[in-house]
Structures are given as C-alpha cells and as structure tokens.
C-alpha cells in the first residue's frame, strides 16, 4: 500500500499505524506514551497528525494507514498543540536532569528544543511530591510522573499490579498500591518503559560511583551472561554487539584488579541443576521442576503461589554462586579474608539487589556479593570516568573465574538455562557425549515455547516461559495438571535476561532479538559448549567442592513463603 | 416497510447531543459479524441541569422499553440494558422492571457521573473497568460491550423509534428549559423552531436582559440575545440566564469546578489544560494568553469529546460582554 507522509510517497504494509509507518521511514513524530510492548493508549497527545479529507488533529498511534491517505507530520497548528501540550508536560514532571536515568536519551528535552518549549511556563503542580522506594531494587519518584500510564499496563502485564490509579484532590495520579495482598517483584519492567525517568534503580546514579569506595577492600568485579551483547548500546554501538573483553578491559580501567564473568558460576548453576533434575525425574519427586536464577521470579512464587514453592530448583542463582566462590575458594587460593573482599555484581537486573539481601544465601554470616550494578549504572561509571566501551581494546576476563562454557552464555537469552541444563542432563542421564547439543526449539522470544526432549528412553517434557502473564496462565495449568510438565524455565523480564529491568532503554522486541542472537552467537563459536566440560569447574569440584556438605553451602538455598515486603 | 428503512426515511438523528444518524449506527451494528450483540439505552443524563430523559422515562418508558425491543428483535441482540443516572435508578426502576415483564432487558446503574453519558466509558462501566472513554476504531457498533457489537441510543431516541414505527413521528424533540423562569421544565416541540421561538412558545421569553446556554449546563455554548435566531441542535436544554443578577465569572469557575471533578485525566491537555484554568480562577490570576492556548490545545487534542467540549461554554461564556 502506498501512502503519502509529508508530500513523500511511502510503501507501507498493512496493519501498520501510521506513527509505525512514519518511524520505519525515519520521519520524526514524537510519541511519549507509546511503546511497541503495550496497547495503543493515546494519553500524550504528542503524535499528532492531519489527514486531507479528514478535519482536525488525530493521533498516529491509533490510526492505520490505509491506501492513499495523504498525511503531514508538522503544520503550524501541530507544531503549536505539541509545544503547548509539552509545556503542560513539563508542569508536572519535576526537572531533575543532573541524576536521572535517560541522561542524554531524555525526549522530553529533546523535544523541548525542537518545539522552542518554555519549560517553565506552568510552576510544577508535583514539585513536592514523594519518592517511593520498592525493597532495594526501584524507585519511583512521583514527582516526574507524566501519568502515561504505561508502568501501570506493565506491571499489569507482569501479574503484579503494584501501580494504580488514585484521585487526590480531584486529579488522578498513579501511585504504588496499599494492597497487603499485592507486592512489586523487582523486576523493574515498568523502569525500562517509563517515557520520562520516573522510575529507576536504586542508585542510579547517585550512588554509582559508591562500590569503588571501600577502602583496604579487595574490589572484584563480575558480569552477567547477557550484559556482554546489551552494554555497547550505551557507548553507539548496535545493539547485540558482543564487548565481553572490552567490558573486562573497561571494568580494570576503573582502577579495579580483579574481573571475573559469572558465566562461570552460570555453569556451576547449569551442572547441579541438572543433577537436581535427573534426581528428581528418577525419584518422581517435586516435579515439574522450576528454575530459580531469576529473583523476580522467585519472589512471585515466595509471595503469589507459595504452594510451588517446593517445585523451585534449590540451586543458587549463577551470581551468587560465584560470588560465593570468590569468597572461599578463591580466597583461600589467593589468602585473602573473606572479610575484606567486596564483590560487586554487575546485572541486567533490579531484582538482583534484592537478591543478595536475601539470608538464605550468606555464607558464614557474608554475603556471597556486596553490591549490584544494573547494565545502566555500568555504563554510566564508564562514562563519568571517561572510558569509552566502544574503543578500549579487549582483555580477557581474570581467570580461574572468568571461564566459561557456551552454555553458561546463553543463561542471557530465554531458553537459555533450560538448553544448559539440558546438554547437561543428557550426558549424565545417556553417560555419552551429546550428538545433538542445540535445542532449539526452546530459543526464541515468544512467552511461551513447550517441547518434549527425547533422553535415551524417556520423553521429558519441558516449557519455557518469559513475561509473568504467561507464568501465571501456566502455574493456573499446572493446578489442573500437575504432570503436564518435567521441567519449566521461567523469566520474569520478556525476552529473559537480554530484556531485563536493569538493561539499556529504549527496548523493543528488535533490540531484544539482537541481544539473543548475540549470546547464541558467543556459544556457536564456543569450542567448549557444555557446562560440564568447563576446566575451570572441573578443577574446582575437584579441588574445593568436594563433598555434598560444601555443595550445599554455595551451591544450594532455599525459598519460604513471604508477606508483603515493600512499605510505602 | 421494516424498522431499519422506517429510520432511514424519517432522518432521526441520535438524541443525546452528537446527533449522528440513526439510521447509519443501526446499519452498523445489523451489519456485523459478531452474532452475539447488545442494545443499550443511554440514560445516564450527565448535563446539569437537563432532565429531559428523566421526563421521558416517567413519562413513557413503555415507548421507551418499545423503541429498545424493536431494537432488540431486529438486531436479534442477546439483551438489552437501560443504564440509569442513580436518581432515575432510584425513582424508576420498580416500573420499569414490571414493563419490562420477560423481555431480555436489565437495569444498570451508573456508578460514575459526568463522563459515563459518553458511550465508551458507558460500557467500560457496565463491564467494572476504569471510567474513561475508550480509543476509537474500533466503534461501539463492530466492537461495544465486551467487544461485542453495540448499538448505544439515548432515551429519547428510543422514545422515537417506537413513534416511528407506529408512524406517529412528527419530527419533534424534547427541550429542557431552565435558569431564571418561572414556568420552567421539559417540553416537546418541533425540530424546526428557532430558540426565540421556543421560548416564546413555552412562555419563557424573558422580559429582563439575558444570555442563554443551550446544550447542556456544563458543555453547552452561550449566546446573548440576539443570537437567538437559530436552531436547538445537540442535548435539547435552554438554561435561561438574567444578564444582571448573573455572575458571570463565578459561573465560569463552577463549569470549570465541575469539568476538574468529572474528568478522567486520561490524555495530557484535558487533565492539564482544565487543571490550569482551575488553578487560574481560584487564585484570581486569569492570562488570557495561556487560556487561549489551554483551550486550543483542549479543542483540538483532547482524548475525547469531554476535552474537546471545554472551549465551548468557556470561549462563549468569556465572548458575552
């Protein structure tokens, strides 16, 4: 179909917006509200369009193209209710550009330029509003706040309901909810689609600099699976481009000596989950069986479904594995006090700094990591100490923790711990080297993949599952049918890790895809693709995890049913 | 002649105040596909001080419930529902339930007040969602309550189509006529009549200098005197007031009052835009310039007919000298 946008003819498909149609073709229409994962709201009123033959303004978002529409993107009176309705915007978003989460990606600034915003027209109706802080994980500044609505459809979508709608002094505002019965997972999707800052982690970026503070400390640094293909972005680069050596060389820049990659202690994740997993197949027992690697996710089943709690993998998350290590093997090798040894993770994720609070996983009264940085925060150190990711050139990851198997890379990607684990189990269920060792009819992005894996004589039937609107309509199966499943892998964040809370904004279903491909690319050209095959995790299990007592300490954790955490 | 041509030949234009053909959003709702489909009777009468569905529904609900099974049966819809303001709710529903009788129609009672006479979130409320008025495409006709098809009539459109098919239409309304009269109320008038006339013909032209607003207490447009020549073309109601006993700023603050309360806050320059102009009048802070630009915005980029609707008492209220 063709169409004409600003006197250009444009060959469209069908189906399409017209604001979808405008953007494919690089014309600018700006959109606040407006994000590729939800439903067309029409809230901002910034997308705004003319169309010959129909009067007055109308929203690109929410009309289709259709054949020969003749449509401008920017007349005197568009250009004039946008600045107008910006204007509006800007009263009541409280302007706070020195420490705030889109930086230099700010729209609202961006277009404030475009339009000749007076920015200060209206005083701020919200300027003394409150600051709500979710556990360690978010925050959620009310005061910049533009009422999009789109961390409620989100969060909506993730099954938790934190955020609603209230009206106080005759004007709606979203607020997080009172509900004793409703808690926020930290997945922190409603930071990655909120158009204007008004959500982020905890630090950003206040407090980024603040884990290279401890003095007399050993400072050591490690990085999740899926930040090696999502990081780059922040420094120019496309998205699913792979910087794992320039993320070590980048991280030492920093002034920091030792860099380790927790694709390792995915591995170890990978190895005893498998053995978890073929015990509980022979034995029948607690099955299907869960993945625990993601917090959110595990704080969902600890507050929403305790009755499945028993059916969570007791192995830690890879992380806390490795930082467990750290702490013990690595610092007997190294003789190094535990005490004076400062892990700092850095995550795709915001539930990850609820994660390492959580008891269950100390070791001798220390947490296994002292501190987690999301992707953002990162990418945000580097720059404000002038490190430029996109150039520095590439050091490998500090050994012995730094090595890894392909299997420990894809953990980024959903569908990812499932296939690890698999390769695994295979093995040790056949005891013969894997002819097949990609699986992959459990990759992809769709929120929910099933197949049934044929090992040596039995069929294992397994479901991946990512975005918590599927978790829950399966988890509503599994009451119905507790045997429909031997094993499930669930994410909380769409996509898995690669489209995470903590990760790069903006995101869509292209960026996640590229991320994804990147991962599975790293482990294509992997000579060693199966956890159990990593040197590195051979020689530890020889030496150091020798025993099923030792195993349990670092390896394993255990889950209880919670109550509402987050106080407001 | 079937209902649906009977329609098409008397003209009818809907009654609750967007005056869209009956006949076309009756072909809309026959013609699509969705066998399951619903007939709502729009009772909500949101406009202050207008009562003209009111009148009608204690007057005539048998034509009423008529006009919404004629609906019914031709659209061979699943149910009917009356969706009532809780004062009709409160008033009517015993008499209406026994008219009613075994025909498919139930009772709903408006749980939200301004926005709900709008038809999408008329529906979002039947069906317990937030009360805000919902994208369109796709139209309550194709996709309505619980996205099934929905034909949306108001009161006194139903009240007509049972007229019509008894061929007892004669192009009348119905005008709520209130404010400063004395021999104030609803009357059923030709549709050709000049407001002038209308006054003059219920007894209520004024001997005082006044201004009117006609189309609702809240949306409706005001004009002076001696614009008085034309027709009544949205909700019938004139509110009649005396030029020198009237505040006019004080007036213009209660219709703004009421906008801040009943809107949704749903898109940017309705929530905003009414905010401001609020926040202006109560601090006695009035720019003109930034009113200008809050109703332009308003009027041309609002969600919803409510935003859109703003700049009309408020430009014509502002215009009377």
């Known amino acids: 179909m063709i169409i004409t946008i600003d006197k250009k003819k444009i060959s469209c498909e069908d189906g399409k917006s017209v604001l979808e149609v405008a953007r494919d073709n690089k014309i600018d229409v700006p959109a606040l509200c407006y994000h590729p994962d939800l439903k067309i709201k029409g809230n901002c009123r910034m997308c705004l369009i003319e169309i010959k033959g129909r009067p007055g303004l109308h929203t690109s978002c929410s009309i289709k193209a259709e054949t020969g529409m003749q449509i401008s993107t920017a007349t005197p009176t568009i250009n004039k209710a946008r600045k107008i309705n910006l204007e509006l915007l800007f009263g009541q978003h409280r302007v706070e550009c020195a420490d705030c989460l889109l930086e230099h990606k700010c729209e609202l600034l961006r277009l404030a330029k475009i339009y000749k915003v007076n920015i200060n027209r209206f005083k701020n109706r919200k300027a003394k509003l409150k600051t709500y802080k979710f556990g360690p994980s978010i925050e959620f500044d009310s005061s910049k706040c533009i009422d999009c609505l789109n961390c409620i459809e989100v969060c909506k979508k993730q099954e938790v309901n934190f955020f609603e709608i209230k009206k106080i002094d005759n004007i709606n505002r979203v607020l997080p909810t009172c509900d004793k019965n409703r808690d926020c997972i930290y997945c922190g999707q409603c930071i990655t689609h909120c158009p204007v800052g008004a959500i982020e982690a905890v630090g950003e970026f206040e407090d980024s600099q603040k884990p290279l503070a401890p003095k007399n400390k050993t400072i050591v640094f490690q990085f999740a699976p899926s930040i090696r293909a999502s990081i780059g972005e922040e420094f120019g680069l496309a998205a699913g481009s792979i910087v794992t050596d320039q993320l070590a060389a980048a991280i030492r820049a920093l002034g920091v000596s030792k860099v380790f990659d927790v694709s390792l202690g995915a591995d170890f994740t990978t190895v005893e989950e498998a053995k978890e997993l073929v015990e509980r197949l022979s034995q029948k027992k607690n099955l299907p069986m869960f993945t625990s690697c993601c917090p959110a996710w595990v704080k969902f089943i600890e507050f929403y479904y305790p009755e499945f709690i028993p059916n969570l993998t007791t192995v830690r998350s890879p992380h806390i594995i490795s930082g467990g290590l750290i702490k013990t093997y690595w610092a007997e090798k190294e003789n190094i006090n535990p005490k004076d040894i400062y892990v700092i993770s850095v995550m795709p994720c915001t539930a990850k700094k609820h994660e390492i609070t959580r008891p269950q996983v100390r070791i001798k009264g220390l947490n296994p990591v002292d501190h987690v940085l999301t992707t953002r925060e990162l990418a945000h150190l580097f720059k404000k100490n002038k490190i430029n990711l996109a150039n520095i050139k590439g050091e490998a990851a500090d050994s012995p923790l730094g090595e890894h198997s392909g299997a420990g890379v894809i953990y980024g990607a959903s569908g990812g711990v499932m296939e690890s684990a698999l390769r695994t189990a295979y093995t040790q269920i056949c005891g013969s080297k894997l002819s097949k060792i990609d699986f992959k009819e459990v990759r992809g992005l769709q929120g929910f993949k099933k197949a049934n894996i044929k090992i040596k004589d039995n069929i294992v039937k397994v479901a991946v599952v990512n975005g918590m609107f599927e978790a829950k309509i399966l988890l509503e199966e599994l009451k119905q049918n507790p045997q429909a499943y031997d094993y499930i892998e669930f994410m909380a964040c769409t996509g898995g890790c690669i489209g995470g809370g903590g990760q790069p904004v903006p995101v869509n279903s292209k960026t996640r895809e590229a991320r994804a491909k990147g991962l599975y690319s790293i482990d294509t050209k992997k000579k060693i693709r199966v956890a159990h095959d990593n040197p590195a995790l051979k020689e530890i299990y020889k030496s150091y995890l020798t025993d099923k007592h030792i195993i349990h300490k670092i390896c394993h954790t255990t889950f209880n049913k919670k109550k509402r955490e987050v106080k407001i | ?321």
């Not at chain 2, 609906?71 to 015993?94: D, Q, R, V, W």
């Not at chain 2, 109320?185 to 549709?191: A, C, S, Y």
């Open chain 2, 1 to 321: 002649m079937d209902i649906l041509s009977k329609i098409n030949k008397s003209n009818l234009c809907g009654r609750g105040g967007a005056n869209f053909s009956v006949y076309l959003k009756w072909l809309a709702v026959k013609n699509a596909t969705n066998t399951t489909k619903y007939v709502i009777c729009n009772a909500a009468e949101s406009e202050l001080l207008v009562n003209k569905d009111g009148y009608i529904l204690s007057k005539y609900p048998e034509a009423v419930v008529d006009g919404m099974f004629l609906a019914i049966n031709f659209l061979k819809a699943k149910e009917g529902i009356i969706y009532l303001k809780p004062e009709y709710y409160k008033k009517l529903s015993k008499q209406l339930t026994k008219l009613i009788g075994n025909r498919p129609i139930s009772l709903f009672k408006k749980t939200g007040s301004y926005l709900c006479g709008e038809e999408t979130t008329l529906l979002n409320d039947i069906e317990g969602k937030r009360k805000e008025p919902r994208m369109r495409p796709p139209f309550p006709t194709i996709s309505g309550l619980w996205d099934c098809p929905t034909l949306v009539n108001n009161v006194e459109t139903f009240y007509y189509i049972s007229k019509i098919a008894n061929d007892n239409y004669n192009s009348t309304h119905f005008i709520t006529i209130a404010g400063d009269t004395k021999n104030k109320g609803t009357f059923e008038l030709p549709l050709n009549l000049s407001i002038n006339n209308i006054l003059k013909n219920t007894n209520n032209f004024p001997k005082f200098n006044f201004f009117v607003q006609i189309n609702g207490g809240a949306s409706g447009e005001f004009l002076i005197q001696d614009n008085l020549n034309k027709k009544l073309n949205g909700t019938g109601s004139i509110i009649i007031y005396n030029t020198k006993k009237t505040n006019k700023l004080k007036l213009l603050k209660k219709i703004v009052d009421y906008f801040h309360q009943e809107n949704c806050d749903k898109c940017v320059p309705c929530r905003e835009g009414v905010y401001r102009i609020h926040e202006m009048l109560k601090n006695k802070n009035i720019n003109q310039e930034v009113i200008d630009d809050l109703l332009f915005t308003m009027k041309n980029t609002s969600f919803c007919a409510l935003g859109k609707s703003v700049s009309t008492p408020l430009n014509s209220l502002m215009n009377i000298k």
